[in-house]
């Protein structure tokens, strides 16, 4: 009853670079993750945390810079291989794969860029292997979360849905003000922001722009670490702008079309690559509840020869494989219409993030009842699973807004 791989047409190198994989992660993110899991979140990113000796090993095997062109110093690892490498990441610490993940966001866009001096932030991050460059994708405002979703449809012209986050055209320059959620993933470490923010608050979310900037200009600062309940490895919290200045090449877009298209591709890139996390993360639920069966004894057998224990394992042995297959589906065709200059389907990007979080957490919960009272000890990794799985319902993204979301596009 064991996962076993069912694409066959995986390729030596492709199985290889699992196997790496996973070896590295179960023998250096597991075990960081349940130690940053147990620390406050100031002693999560505190000088001498082994937070950063895990991002600079991570950075040193080139994992930051999977998604990039090799002409830029990137390994442009294909689709396929990119979902596979995920899923192993978030069988061992879904946190710390949101951290890197995010990590990447702002040089993705800083290659779009016309200036070569904005370029040059890509291959820079490419290059680095002491991970001194960090990323993040402040997104999220107090009074602005997954409402984001309105940049388009019968909301989207409404002023009352415009970000709070603003830059105002000042000659050569965009000033900047306003407040980003306490949600930022590497909000109070990354150096380098992927701001998403408004460019007119009277035409809703018609007139959006992104900007890839610094995290060490004058009038930026930070607030405390989020203390939360789950992904405690994943750092969160406040970025605040106060009269910032940036040049405008460092406003990657400020039209209004090209907005919706990197929208559209943000969107559809973030939701499949959650689906593709938490299905890795259902199936370690799923192997640390088979493994504790085979060794609990109850009645005088293991407790996986009761009949009540193999249900669950064979439900949750088919959600795991349901999620892993879905995942990879989606990310393959949307990788696929995005090289092709094609928008991705956003649809089918929500459709597994909703699917495979919620089948995470299933999982997880029902090996939490196989484990028991053994279960709620936080002695047993499944406890910290349990509680990662739960948040991942929530970011990216509340799963019930994103549904009405994609409802739009059936």
Not at 145 to 162: I, T, Y
Request: net charge negative; charged share 20%.
């Amino acid at each position: 009853m064991g996962i076993v791989e069912l694409n066959l047409d995986l390729n030596d190198e492709q199985k290889a670079m699992r196997e790496a994989t996973r070896k590295f992660l179960m023998e250096v993110w597991r075990p960081a993750s349940i130690e940053l899991d147990k620390l406050d979140p100031e002693s999560v990113i505190a000088d001498g945390s082994i937070l950063w000796d895990v991002i600079k090993k991570t950075y040193e095997l080139g994992y930051h810079k999977m998604s990039f062109l090799e002409i830029i110093g990137g390994l442009e690892v294909d689709s396929l291989t990119g979902t596979i490498i995920a899923e192993e990441m978030g069988y061992a610490a879904s946190g710390l794969t949101i951290c890197l993940g995010v990590s990447s966001m702002p040089f993705t866009y800083a290659a779009l860029a016309q200036d070569p001096e904005v370029q040059a932030m890509t291959a820079q991050y490419c290059a680095d292997t002491e991970g001194k460059m960090i990323g993040c994708w402040p997104i999220t405002e107090p009074d602005h979360g997954s409402d984001w979703l309105h940049w388009e449809g019968p909301q989207a012209k409404d002023p009352a849905c415009a970000p709070q986050v603003r830059a105002i055209l000042d000659g050569d320059e965009y000033v900047i003000n306003g407040q980003k959620a306490a949600w930022v993933s590497n909000g109070t470490i990354a150096t380098h922001a992927a701001l998403f923010l408004s460019l007119d608050p009277s035409k809703g979310m018609e007139n959006c722009g992104i900007a890839v900037i610094p995290l060490d200009l004058p009038g930026i600062t930070r607030g405390k670490p989020l203390d939360k309940m789950g992904q405690r490895d994943l750092n969160q919290g406040e970025i605040f702008f106060d009269n910032v200045r940036i040049p405008k090449s460092m406003m990657i877009c400020a039209d209004p079309g090209m907005f919706n298209f990197l929208m559209t591709a943000q969107m559809a890139g973030a939701n499949a690559g959650m689906g593709s996390v938490f299905a890795g993360t259902a199936h370690s639920a799923y192997d640390e509840a088979l493994n504790y069966a085979k060794e609990r004894i109850q009645g005088g057998v293991p407790i996986i020869e009761h009949q009540n224990i193999k249900l669950k394992l064979v439900d949750m042995f088919t959600s795991v494989e349901a999620a892993r297959s879905f995942s990879r589906q989606v990310s393959v065709y949307n990788g696929t219409q995005t090289k092709a200059m094609q928008l991705p389907a956003l649809e089918y990007s929500i459709a597994s993030k909703i699917f495979c979080t919620e089948a995470s957490f299933r999982v997880a919960s029902q090996a939490i009842q196989i484990f028991g009272g053994n279960g709620l000890s936080r002695e047993y990794v499944i406890e910290k699973i349990f509680r990662d799985a739960r948040a991942a319902m929530i970011e990216d993204g509340v799963n019930e807004t994103l549904a009405l979301g994609a409802a739009g596009k059936l």
